[in-house]
Every structure is written in structure tokens, then in C-alpha cells.
């Protein structure tokens, strides 16, 4: 089976640009999550959706947004780029949201530098 | 609120020897703990997980943790080291009800021949 894809593997934007970065999830699984991991920690949640709604979001700016498509598949959106926002994006998905034996799969991970 | 501390940033090995990496957590509530691993420009690998079933939890490739709720403790084991071991891991803790993660720091694995 097909684990967790994101597209594109890597990006090269300048500061003050906009970046969409996609996802798709397990097949069968309703719930996707980001998280941004700045090189040398570890990742920080950004936002989960499921069911094409927000279900949570972590201590970051406005500038980020996603959404959830009928498909299950997600976008995350980064506007107005900083330096700071380089950074490995990782997308995982799992079967819903709540439950404490569910396990999130992540992808390969998207690698943003920001010039 | 949950949290979860790595107590080595890095832990260096023999090829063939014990492997310890230590994980403290905090939660106000009964957690869910995971270890996950990361290859060198990889995505998350689970190795296992802890969901308040057997506290003693056997995960991928010989690895195994112990769920210590007295000492607030989930540190990861393994028997023997392989060189395919040298690797990034992280402790994760879920927050409300699985809705997100919280990693640790994470501790890089090194494996000696």
C-alpha cells in the first residue's frame, strides 16, 4: 500500500513569496497533520484537519493556512516567507483525529529553503 | 501541559553493545508515548507505541521501551546495536486525545564499528 506522498520533495523561494505544499494521505485515513521541523529540533505541530475541518492548530502565524479536499489530500500555504520559515514541512495522516491508539504515518517531507 | 525531555542529545555505541536513550514525559493525564526514528533525509519511521495496554512495549527492529508511570519514564532499549541503527530519535507524547503531537528534542544515534 501506498504510504503518505508529499509533492514537491524540494523548493527554493525568496522572501516575501507564497508556497503551497501538498499532501496525500494513507488511503482510508480522514485526518491529516503538518508540522515544520527546523533543522537540529524536533517537529513542531502546525495544524490538523479532519473531515475538511480544522481540528487544531499550533502556536504559528497567521501567514500559515491549509485546507482538507473531499479526497482527504491537504495543502498547507505559507505566505509572506521568512528566512525562518526554512524547514523540513512533514504531513502525516491517520485514520481520525482523536483516539489515543491511533497512529500518525508521516510522509517523506517536503524541504523548504528560503532565500 | 504535556511534554516530553530527551535526556542525551547524542549517544555514541559499539556495533554489537546495549542501546539506551532516555525519555522523561509530562502529562496531567494518562499519555500515549511513541518513539519514532529518522534516517538522514527521511520522513518519521514509528517504532512503537504506548497506549496503556502492556507497559513493557516491543517496537520494530529489536527495540523495545518501558513505560514507568512512578518515574515518569519511557526510555527505548535495544539488546544489540547495528550500524543500520545510526539515526535521529525522537520520544513524542500525544496532546488531547491524539489531536497532535509533541516531539522532543530528539537524540542522534551513533553506532561504532
Known amino acids: 500500500d501506498a504510504g503518505v506522498t508529499q509533492s514537491p520533495t524540494h523548493l527554493i523561494k525568496t522572501r516575501g513569496q507564497q508556497v503551497t505544499l501538498r499532501c496525500s494521505p494513507i488511503s482510508g485515513h480522514k485526518s491529516v497533520s503538518w508540522y515544520q521541523q527546523v533543522l537540529g529540533q524536533g517537529p513542531q505541530f502546525i495544524f490538523q484537519?479532519?473531515?475538511?475541518?480544522?481540528?487544531g492548530r499550533g502556536n504559528f502565524p497567521d501567514r500559515f493556512s491549509a485546507r482538507q479536499f473531499p479526497n482527504y489530500s491537504s495543502e498547507l500555504n505559507v505566505n509572506a516567507l521568512l528566512l525562518g520559515d526554512s524547514a523540513l514541512y512533514l504531513c502525516a495522516s491517520s485514520p481520525r483525529p482523536r483516539g489515543q491508539t491511533d497512529t500518525q504515518y508521516f510522509g517523506p517531507g517536503t524541504r523548504l529553503t528560503v532565500l | 501541559a504535556q511534554s516530553v525531555t530527551q535526556l542525551d542529545s547524542h549517544v555514541s555505541v559499539s556495533e554489537g553493545t546495549p542501546v539506551l536513550l532516555r525519555c522523561n514525559y509530562s502529562s496531567s493525564y494518562s499519555p500515549s508515548l511513541f518513539w519514532y526514528v529518522q534516517h538522514p533525509n527521511k520522513g518519521l519511521q514509528l517504532l512503537l507505541k504506548y497506549t496503556s495496554a502492556a507497559t513493557l512495549v516491543k517496537g520494530i527492529n529489536g527495540f523495545e521501551a518501558e513505560f514507568k508511570k512512578s518515574e515518569t519514564s519511557f526510555h527505548l532499549t535495544k539488546p544489540s546495536a547495528h550500524m543500520s541503527d545510526a539515526a535521529e530519535y525522537f520520544c513524542v507524547v500525544t496532546v488531547e486525545y491524539g489531536n497532535k503531537l509533541v516531539f522532543g528534542a530528539g537524540t542522534i544515534l551513533r553506532v561504532k564499528s
Open positions: 484537519y479532519y473531515e475538511k475541518e480544522e481540528r
